[in-house]
Nanobody
Framework: VQLQASGGGLVQAGGSLTLSCRVS????????MGWYRQAPGKQREFVAT???????LYSDSVKDRFSISRNSDKNTVYLQMNSLKPEDTAVYYC?????????WGQGTLVTVSS
């Protein structure tokens, strides 16, 4: 099983980016799909999650600016990030539950300049 995250980059404050994370090597059993981030010198924090059956959840810091979606046919989770702020700068990791285990992608760097 592999998780491949992409879509990070450098963007000016107020701009937008879309991250994606594709799960390969599995045909069934994917549960929650979500995103975390880790800023320099800080602990990894929750950003958003999309349960297999349920409503999306967001951290207060990104609510109303970010949107998480998933395509079950493609085993892919997306994170649409709008109105980006310098404090959103971090390495973003996808988190996927498969068979009760949490698997992490390799991370993709998002840098927001002021």
């Amino acid at each position: 099983v592999q998780l491949q995250a992409s879509g990070g980059g450098l963007v000016q404050a107020g701009g937008s980016l879309t991250l994606s994370c594709r799960v390969s090597g599995v045909v069934a059993g994917i549960g929650n799909m979500g995103w975390y981030r880790q800023a320099p010198g800080k602990q990894r924090e929750f950003v958003a999650t999309y349960p297999e059956n349920g409503n999306q959840l967001y951290s207060d810091s990104v609510k109303d600016r970010f949107s998480i979606s998933r395509n079950s046919d493609k085993n892919t989770v997306y994170l649409q990030m709008n109105s980006l702020k310098p404090e959103d700068t971090a390495v973003y990791y996808c988190d996927v539950q498969i068979g009760g285990l949490h698997l992490w992608g390799q991370g993709t760097l998002v840098t927001v300049s002021s």
